[in-house]
């Protein structure tokens, strides 16, 4: 597939991922590179959703280390528990956090940001790393993106 995303105009965000999902499949279909795909599927989402943060930890022993992410600089490694991604990471579960300032613990890396999720990404039934994806506003996520964010994780 071409490198380049086809854009549906719509504010309908459920929408937004069925348009999204089966370019995304294109991308990383044939590519066993996991970073290369990591890459890809971060910036698909931000070009889609044009969220504050986009991006990937993976896990490095006891940590979480910053891996392929689009958007400001961010936090290089996150300790097991700590903050929503850590927390998402021992607890094998996807965090939706509607205000991030009322999550204990939160790591704030940007100041700008309002609502987060995190999922867990899998492989043969491990986790290896989170999606961290942070925005600009209140409320950003719901049981909608943790659905399709889901299928694009399946899709590596």
């Given at each position: 597939?071409?490198?380049?995303?086809?854009?549906?105009?719509?504010?309908?965000?459920?929408?937004?991922?069925?348009?999204?999902?089966?370019?995304?499949?294109?991308?990383?279909?044939g590519?066993?590179?996991?970073?290369?795909?990591?890459?890809?599927?971060?910036?698909?989402?931000?070009?889609?959703?044009?969220f504050?943060?986009?991006?990937?930890?993976?896990?490095?022993?006891?940590?979480l280390?910053?891996?392929?992410?689009?958007?400001?600089?961010?936090?290089?490694?996150?300790?097991?528990?700590k903050?929503?991604?850590?927390?998402?990471?021992?607890?094998?579960?996807?965090?939706?956090?509607?205000?991030?300032?009322?999550?204990?613990?939160?790591?704030?890396?940007?100041?700008?940001?309002?609502?987060?999720?995190?999922?867990?990404?899998?492989?043969?039934?491990?986790?290896?790393?989170?999606?961290?994806?942070?925005?600009?506003?209140?409320?950003?996520?719901?049981?909608?993106?943790?659905?399709?964010?889901?299928?694009?994780?399946?899709?590596?």
């Amino acid at each position: 597939m071409a490198e380049d995303l086809s854009l549906v105009q719509t504010d309908n965000k459920e929408e937004q991922y069925k348009h999204l999902i089966p370019q995304v499949k294109g991308l990383v279909e044939g590519e066993n590179n996991l970073i290369a795909n990591l890459a890809n599927l971060s910036a698909a989402i931000m070009e889609t959703f044009k969220f504050l943060w986009v991006g990937f930890y993976l896990v490095d022993k006891n940590e979480l280390v910053l891996g392929p992410f689009q958007g400001p600089v961010a936090c290089a490694r996150i300790a097991k528990g700590k903050g929503v991604c850590g927390s998402a990471w021992e607890q094998q579960k996807t965090f939706i956090v509607p205000n991030v300032d009322a999550f204990p613990g939160h790591i704030a890396c940007s100041s700008l940001s309002k609502s987060e999720i995190v999922l867990p990404l899998k492989k043969d039934g491990e986790i290896i790393g989170v999606l961290d994806i942070d925005s600009f506003e209140l409320n950003t996520f719901d049981e909608i993106d943790e659905k399709y964010l889901t299928q694009l994780l399946n899709l590596l």
